[in-house]
């Protein structure tokens, strides 16, 4: 299957991301798995100017099955504080990349006649930010009450204030944890341009 290249990559950043999740940097403004995440929009991209984006969608829902397994693994892993995957983050990781990552086709498609780096770079950060708001607003906010005490007391910690990106005033620290997220993802975007043109020159001479 010519696809299978794509959905391997996007397998293995969506389990690699959901291990890497659980190491700290920054004194716990990140991780590690915000770094390989952001990746997984660098596969999308690719398979769409490939292959389309017929293509692209399948790699995605390849990518979100494996999430949802590593999901279910992780909530059977039982940490000193829980589970390793609490209800509320495996909603809204699911949630986020499906939503995230089909826009991010959607967009790429609009635009794929333009110059070669709009399309990756405009749908990218477009998911990107997308895909920031919806996890952490499903898996932390205070706002989203609907998953029931026991669900809300596994990830009550992001709701303590804190010093926003740990030098401003005080916010829930979910939203610091956001905010630096989503910068990664900006970063990430930028500097994957460059394997993006790269990747797609080596399979074909039509890249505008």
């Not at 999740?21 to 716990?28: A, I, K, P």
């Not at 998953?147 to 010093?163: L, N």
């Amino acid at each position: 299957m010519r696809h299978l290249t794509g959905i391997l990559a996007m397998a293995a950043i969506v389990v690699a991301s959901n291990i890497l999740v659980q190491f700290l940097v920054l004194d716990g403004l990140l991780t590690w798995g915000a770094f390989t995440y952001p990746l997984a929009f660098l596969v999308t991209d690719v398979m769409n100017r490939i292959y389309g984006a017929a293509a692209a969608r399948r790699v995605v829902f390849a990518g979100f099955l494996v999430g949802i397994a590593c999901s279910l693994i992780g909530s059977q892993i039982m940490l000193e504080y829980g589970p390793a995957v609490a209800l509320r983050v495996a909603v809204g990781s699911a949630t986020a990349f499906l939503v995230a990552q089909l826009l991010d086709v959607a967009v790429f498609d609009r635009l794929r006649g333009g110059v070669w780096w709009r399309a990756p770079l405009a749908s990218t950060l477009i998911g990107s930010t997308v895909d920031t708001i919806l996890f952490f607003s499903i898996a932390f906010s205070a706002s989203f009450r609907i998953f029931g005490d026991r669900a809300d007391a596994a990830i009550s910690w992001a709701w303590e204030a804190s010093p926003f990106l740990m030098t401003g005033p005080e916010a829930p620290l979910w939203v610091t944890l956001a905010v630096a997220d989503w910068a990664v993802k900006l970063g990430v975007a930028l500097l994957a341009l460059v394997p993006f043109r790269l990747i797609v020159a080596r399979f074909t001479q039509d890249v505008r």
